[in-house]
């Protein structure tokens, strides 16, 4: 069965560095575009980053997202990070009609 498991998520001081892992199973992992998604309680689901199945990547500010076809993961490296950045990160893997989600990975930035 497909799945997306995220990790990498956890505390963090204002202005640091952190990095998110989606580790992919049970797919072709070369036939997905790889998003990564944010929700802050009472709003809605907001992508931040995004990369092609050739590599071409799009993302908010202060934020990269990268892939790795050998270890079949998606990454996002989000810097200098901020008190609204405290929000659960989810990561899609999407191709066609089907999109799968993993679990969600919680960020906390403060002091």
């Known amino acids: 069965q497909v799945q997306l498991v995220e990790s990498g998520g956890g505390w963090v001081q204002p202005g640091g560095s952190l990095t998110l892992s989606c580790a992919a199973s049970?797919?072709?992992?070369?036939?997905?575009?790889m998003k990564w998604y944010r929700q802050a309680p009472g709003k809605a689901r907001e992508l931040v980053a995004s990369?092609?199945?050739g590599g071409t990547a799009n993302t908010v500010p202060r934020f990269f997202i990268s892939r790795d076809t050998a270890r079949k993961s998606a990454y996002l490296l989000m810097n200098s990070l901020k008190s609204e950045d405290t929000v659960k990160y989810y990561c899609?893997?999407?191709?066609?009609?089907?999109?799968?989600w993993g679990q969600g990975t919680q960020v906390t930035v403060s002091t």
């Open positions: 899609s893997a999407g191709t066609g009609s089907l999109k799968y």
């Open positions: 990369i092609s199945t």
């Open positions: 049970g797919l072709t992992f070369t036939s997905y575009v």
